[in-house]
């Protein structure tokens, strides 16, 4: 069974974008992945999109929206939600269907990151890096354990705190 995860953040445009795209390439077969924002930047931070290509993670399709096209009753129903940002954890999500387990992965906002080019780009690789562990930490969790929804969620809650 392939499980739905969408990834929730303010802007869409960097961290649920990398976590979009991570998931989709390392999920494949097991999960498919989405991303949205409660106000979408309308783009995608060229920065969040160099720094995939640069490691070799798809980008085609990529595209900032809004948490809304997630929210009709008919659209596809959602196993999982994950916020990444603060702010997104704190808002009211939009009714999203489904019997879907919430929880929060609280990451710091690289497009936020001031400096030079190479600061910037040092922000984006350390926030992939870190999405890469969580993500890395959530494939080993076994399919079977979707059933019991205590146990489920005792295991996707600690993922949070690995960096």
Same mark, same amino acid.
């Given at each position: 069974?392939?499980?739905? @995860? ?21 999920? @494949? ?7 949205? $924002?409660?106000?979408?930047? $309308?783009? %995608?931070?060229?920065s969040a ?32 939600? %994950?916020? %990444? ?9 939009p009714v999203?269907? $489904? =019997?879907?387990?919430? @929880?929060?992965? $609280? ?5 936020? @990151? ?23 930490v959530f494939?080993?969790?076994?399919? =079977?354990?979707?059933? =019991? ?12 705190? %690995?960096?």
């Open positions: 069974m392939t499980r739905r @995860v969408l990834f929730l953040c303010t802007g869409n445009s960097a961290r649920s974008i990398l976590a979009e795209s991570t998931l989709r390439a390392w999920g @494949v077969g097991r999960y498919e992945s989405f991303s949205a $924002g409660s106000r979408p930047a $309308g783009t %995608v931070h060229p999109i160099a720094q995939l290509e640069h490691e070799g993670f798809p980008t085609d399709g990529l595209r900032s929206k809004s948490w809304d096209e997630f929210a009709p009753e008919q659209a596809a129903a959602m196993d999982l939600v %994950v916020t %990444v940002c603060d702010s997104a954890a704190a808002e009211a999500c999203i269907h $489904g =019997d879907f387990v919430r @929880v929060h992965w $609280g990451l710091f906002d690289p497009a936020a @990151v001031s400096g030079s080019d190479a600061d910037k780009r040092a922000a984006f690789a350390q926030a992939h890096a870190i999405i890469k562990e969580r993500l890395r494939l080993e969790i076994r399919d =079977d354990t979707w059933h =019991d929804r205590t146990a489920l969620k005792a295991l996707l809650e600690p993922i949070a705190a %690995v960096e």
